[in-house]
């Protein structure tokens, strides 16, 4: 079966202060997508990133950086020196190679950022 | 710019009344839409996939009858919520995606209370 865990529930941080925000995913596929979304309070969903199970480059966009370890299945998310604009809910998700519109998403970790 | 819209935005509607809520890709076609729910602090689960001139596909435990989906053109999906209950009241969004190398979009989601 095919699983995410976001072990962590709240996050507080102090502006410009880097954080982590962890993601374990659990599939049988060996084709699959993982993705990262922001959710801030107004709702709707933020695409971050889309990565593939054959591209295990970390990637950084920014202030955001991704790491896709697959020896651990774990595809974190790095924000570096927060803003209070970061505040949201971040959920990390995955889906099969069949459909990449099926999303098993993880629990959601909540970033508060605290000027 | 938003490339799904989704509408509306809130909607409040008495117990045993029928609610329609509407999804739209704005600037590319979609043969299949995703409607998910979002209960407060909880992560997002997929009810069902919304097929362009077929029947919708619906995960286990959501009921056909009472989430009733129409996928009539391209680029409109709608989801009918029928004879609402209290139970029902949640979050409700939709995703669609051009293509299979582009990312799924989101829209921004319509909060229903249903008194």
């Known amino acids: 079966a095919q699983k995410v865990t976001q072990a962590q529930t709240e996050i507080s941080v102090v502006e410009k202060e880097d954080v982590t925000l962890d993601c374990v995913y659990e599939?049988?596929?060996?084709?699959?997508?993982l993705f990262w979304y922001k959710q801030p309070p107004s709702g709707e969903l933020v695409f971050l990133i889309r990565r593939n199970s054959f591209d295990e480059q970390n990637e950084i966009s920014g202030r955001y950086s991704w790491n896709f370890q697959k020896s651990t299945s774990s595809f974190n998310f790095t924000i570096t020196a927060s803003q209070v604009v970061d505040s949201a809910v971040y959920f990390c998700a995955l889906s099969a190679s069949s459909n990449t519109g099926k999303l098993i998403f993880g629990q959601g970790t909540t970033l508060q950022v605290k000027p | 710019g938003a490339v799904v819209s989704q509408h509306p935005s809130r909607v409040i509607c008495k117990s045993g009344t029928s609610v329609k809520i509407e999804c739209r890709s704005l600037d590319f076609q979609a043969t299949t839409m995703f409607w998910y729910r979002q209960f407060p602090k909880q992560s997002l689960m997929l009810m069902a996939t919304?097929?362009?001139?077929?029947?919708?596909?619906?995960e286990q435990g959501v009921e056909k009858d009472k989430f009733l989906i129409n996928h009539a053109s391209l680029t409109l999906s709608t989801l009918t919520v029928t004879s609402a209950h209290p139970e029902d009241s949640s979050f409700y969004i939709c995703?669609?995606?051009?293509?299979?190398?582009?990312?799924?979009?989101f829209g921004n989601g319509t909060r229903l209370t249903v008194t």
């Open positions: 919304s097929n362009e001139g077929s029947k919708a596909t619906y």
């Open positions: 995703s669609a995606s051009g293509g299979i190398n582009s990312p799924l979009h």
């Open positions: 599939t049988r596929d060996t084709t699959y997508y």
